[in-house]
């Protein structure tokens, strides 16, 4: 069985890709996906089936569930989504269902209240129910009914992860930390991991568990609790020492300071006080060792020769020849590994960040770690100033700012996630940056020295792209998913213009590319490339693709732009009117932004997991080494050897003058 969703960052991608690999039949394979709410309504839920089905690579999904009624930024909604109610939603499941595109439905997220509305409209039964399940949440009410009603209920986040999102700066999981859970580890008959009792205890109540790893040793451990069996004395020791949180009728927990303070055990005593601390250091310790990372050399790098650096979803970083793409070393972290990476002023440390929470700092020779920063999932890529600090975004909403030697000069919480990539401008004085929220302001300028805010902006969408400055500098533009680009002074946050591309191309996740006389290229969710005289307000034209553009374009001085599609193409159009030169297939889907070299070559990563090398001029493959996992990453060049582009000056890469 194998958990997906829409919302899950190119997960299905990533599973119809292993699916394809690994050569199991089908048959053999049970897949559950989620609709997001943003898809609520008759035709969007029918086309985003379609979508789904295209990434899975199959003609059905075995059970499909509705993911949320409420359209958070988690599931990175526009302000008038969604467009319909869940009931729609439901009624376009069933005519899927009757099509034979979902096999089975379901619902996640959904208590008494929602699922008695929801059992007494259905025409194709309710399956599942998939709710947060732990030994402090145990949802007994929904259980209760599912159980009555013949409906399979289904725990996620049994492990207690859940726990660590409700308050900011919680950074320790109360399952498995647990005192009595702990002890209980060491003193069953069998031996078991904190992990394992935990999955035995959910099973032995009736509830389907779906753990989640990307650790093969973490997996097969998980599976060691079908061997496992608690006794009765033991269930009931769980239940009475891990006392469930009160439930409202819609889910929410009851938390007041005295509940949050016994699930994380955090009493008043002194001495449990001094236990919670060394705890803390003590878990805080392992994770930094855990973290810190693993070095394969097999050859150095010298900055004279063409190095390309680039991550993989597969949780590596990776040096390769630019000549002929050999490894000459890779970096391993526990998670994807989804930031470009960046250099330190003088070429010599390789700076980036990973999903597992930390930021790295590697030495550019030979890989070797020169320090590990605990900051939050990153996805965002970094940017270096010129004094060296390090400016990058989390997933936990927080801008970072590093000083070379690896301490923390300033950190500051905007309020939404950071995917993009921050900007330095007006003097190396401010940095700009865009967050995913929607009802709140989410473009935003900060002092670069102290992370004071200067000034803020409320786009009408959220910003995954990375800001960009025109290239007198005086201004910084946000693209946004509520397609629309916003132009606005640089040092004041003062609105110059907007422009709106359509709402038909739903939406803008590429960073646009800005050329001199002004004309911005930008590619759109909808699947077209748009070349827009930004100044006048005036679209020059406009290439139809295929799939979403979240590849963003490279320019060059010959009049072309590079940019990939997310049906697996690297193309090369006229900047003058868009007319194809070449394009390329590339396997799957191309989310990462191509860079060129200055010997005629450009780079490039897929989902496909393979990393290119094409001829400019003739759309040849030089050589292609595959990674571990998708590459949605773009890559770095060594200074000596990147491109010369004398009419653009890229997002947040001010030269030291300019500073």
């Known amino acids: 069985m194998i958990d997906t969703a829409q919302a899950y960052w190119h997960s299905e991608e990533s599973i119809g890709r292993a699916i394809r690999d690994s050569g199991i039949p089908r048959e053999d394979i049970f897949i559950i996906s989620k609709l997001s709410p943003r898809h609520f309504g008759r035709d969007l839920t029918s086309r985003s089936v379609d979508v789904s089905l295209r990434k899975l690579g199959t003609d059905f999904i075995d059970l499909f569930l509705i993911h949320n009624i409420h359209c958070s930024d988690y599931f990175q909604c526009t302000p008038d989504e969604p467009k319909a109610t869940w009931e729609v939603a439901w009624k376009a499941m069933e005519e899927l269902h009757r099509q034979g595109k979902l096999r089975s439905l379901g619902v996640s997220n959904f208590y008494p209240p929602l699922l008695e509305k929801l059992v007494a409209m259905a025409e194709v039964p309710v399956s ?12 007994e009410a929904t259980r209760e009914y599912c159980e009555d009603h013949g409906i399979v209920y289904q725990g996620y986040s049994t492990f207690g992860t859940q726990w660590m999102y409700m308050r900011q700066g919680q950074d320790r999981n109360p399952v498995f930390t647990n005192p009595f859970l702990l002890q209980l580890s060491e003193t069953l008959d069998t031996p078991a991991h904190v992990a394992n009792i935990v999955l035995r205890w959910a099973l032995q109540k009736g509830v389907v568990v779906i753990p989640r790893s990307v650790n093969a040793e973490h997996i097969r451990n998980n599976l060691k609790v079908l061997d496992l069996e608690l006794s009765e004395k033991t269930v009931s020791g769980i239940d009475n020492n891990l006392a469930s949180v009160g439930i409202g009728v819609n889910g929410e927990p009851f938390l007041d300071d005295a509940t949050w303070n016994r699930i994380m055990g955090n009493l008043n005593a002194e001495s449990h006080d001094d236990d919670l601390t060394r705890l803390r250091a003590a878990t805080k310790e392992q994770r930094k060792e855990k973290h810190s990372g693993q070095t394969e050399s097999i050859d150095v790098v010298n900055r004279e020769d063409e190095t390309v650096f680039i991550g993989s979803d597969g949780g590596r970083m990776y040096a390769l020849d630019g000549v ?4 000459k070393w890779t970096f391993t972290s526990e998670e994807d590994l989804g930031s470009t990476a960046a250099f330190s ?6 700076y980036f960040g990973s999903e597992n929470s930390f930021m790295y700092a590697l030495r550019v020779r030979d890989g070797q770690v020169v320090w590990t920063v605990e900051t939050g999932p990153v996805r965002s890529s970094c940017v270096v100033g010129w004094d060296g600090t390090v400016y990058v975004g989390t997933l936990d909403n927080q801008i970072y700012a590093i000083r070379p030697d690896g301490m923390v000069k300033w950190s500051r919480d905007l309020g939404g996630e950071i995917w993009g990539r921050p900007a330095i ?3 190396g004085r401010l940095v700009y940056v865009g967050v995913m929220a929607e009802n709140t302001d989410n473009a935003f300028a900060l002092d670069s020295q102290t992370g004071n805010l200067v000034w803020s902006f409320r786009a009408g969408g959220s910003n995954w792209s990375s800001p960009v400055l025109s290239p007198d500098g005086r201004c910084v533009l946000f693209s946004c998913r509520d397609s629309h680009i916003y ?8 609105l110059v213009s907007t422009f709106d591309v359509g ?14 006389d002004g004309t911005l290229f930008v590619g759109t969710n909808g699947g077209s490339v748009l070349a827009i005289d930004i100044e006048r307000g005036k679209l020059k034209w406009e290439k139809k693709l295929r799939g979403e553009i979240l590849s963003s374009p490279a320019l060059d001085n010959e009049g072309n732009l590079y940019i990939g599609t997310s049906d697996g193409q690297v193309l090369k159009l006229k900047q003058k009117d868009g007319s194809t030169v070449w394009q390329v297939p590339a396997g799957d889907a191309v989310m990462s932004s191509p860079k060129l070299d200055a010997h005629g070559r450009v780079f490039v990563g897929s989902n496909s997991g393979f990393v290119f090398a094409i001829n400019d001029e003739t759309g040849q493959v030089i050589w292609q080494v595959e990674t571990e996992g998708p590459v949605v990453a773009s890559p770095l060049i060594t200074a000596h050897h990147q491109y010369n582009y ?3 000056r890229h997002s947040g890469e001010d030269t030291k003058d300019e500073l």
Do not use: C, K, M
């Not at 599942?128 to 949802?139: G, M």
């Open 128 to 139: 599942l129910v998939q709710n947060w399940f732990d030994p402090f949440y145990r949802d």
């Open 324 to 327: 002929n793409g050999h490894v």
């Open 345 to 350: 002023p003088d070429q010599s440390v390789l």
């Open 425 to 427: 401008g007006s003097g």
């Open 487 to 494: 132009t606005l002074l640089t040092d004041t946050g003062h």
């Open 503 to 516: 709402e038909e191309h739903d939406g803008i996740d590429s960073t646009p590319a800005v050329a001199s």
């Open 646 to 648: 004398t009419l653009y």
